[in-house]
T-cell receptor
Framework: AQRVTQPEKLLSVFKGAPVELKCNYS??????LFWYVQYSRQRLQLLLR??SRESIKGFTADLNKGETSFHLKKPFAQEEDSAMYYC??????????FGTGTRLQVFP | KAGVTQTPRYLIKTRGQQVTLSCSPI?????VSWYQQTPGQGLQFLFE???????NKGNFPGRFSGRQFSNSRSEMNVSTLELGDSALYLC?????????????FGPGTRLTVT
């Protein structure tokens, strides 16, 4: 069965520190991977998807098929990055499966 | 484009009652998915409708059902409510084309069961 694992419930860093939010997936073939973010009192929204290979708000994520990982990284965290981050996976018209989320807290 | 809208935003029901939640997708989006969000379980997929047909289904009991209308609006129904059904119910719409599964989420309906 398709599964997305985010091992950390909470990640706390200081402003300016590097951030890495971990995500591992279990899906045969070539799934599509996403990172969604939910800021306080805002809607869940797409942050980035692996096929676009974009850097959004300084965040990047590389798909590592060998390790079945899609970790989210940012070299210098900002206070406004504090939010709930969800990794998600799908393939074709299959349902989008979310991980349990990681809360990122960035302290000043 | 107007975003995904959900009504009502807040709802309080008692155990045993039933409830219907509504979702209006972004214009042109034919896929509507429903999720249950709780602090302990995170986001759990309920079901997805595409062109008025249920295309995918999560692992929820039959008390949870849904439907989609010809204008792509969707409703979700929960019968015989239980305390554990208290959650934020999110609706998301997408174009659901072969190369796009980006979902746009609504603000959610917060259901409290007492």
């Amino acid at each position: 069965a398709q599964r997305v694992t985010q091992p950390e419930k909470l990640l706390s860093v200081f402003k300016g520190a590097p951030v890495e939010l971990k995500c591992n997936y279990s899906y045969s073939g070539s799934p599509e991977l996403f990172w969604y973010v939910q800021y306080s009192r805002q809607r869940l929204q797409l942050l980035l998807r692996h096929i676009s290979r974009e850097s959004i708000k300084g965040f990047t994520a590389d798909l590592n098929k060998g390790e079945t990982s899609f970790h989210l990284k940012k070299p210098f965290a900002q206070e406004e990055d504090s939010a709930m981050y969800y990794c998600a996976s799908s393939r074709g018209t299959d349902k989008l499966i979310f991980g349990t989320g990681t809360r990122l807290q960035v302290f000043p | 484009k107007a975003g995904v809208t959900q009504t009502p935003r807040y709802l309080i029901k008692t155990r045993g009652q039933q409830v219907t939640l509504s979702c209006s997708p972004i214009s042109g989006h034919r896929s509507v998915s429903w999720y249950q969000q709780t602090p302990g379980q995170g986001l759990q997929f309920l079901f997805e409708y595409f062109s008025e047909t249920q295309r995918n289904k999560g692992n929820f009991p039959g008390r949870f059902s849904g439907r989609q209308f010809s204008n792509s609006r969707s409703e979700m129904n929960v019968s015989t409510l239980e305390l554990g059904d208290s959650a934020l119910y999110l609706c998301a719409s997408s174009l659901a084309g072969a190369d796009s599964y980006e979902q746009y989420f609504g603000p959610g309906t917060r259901l409290t069961v007492t």
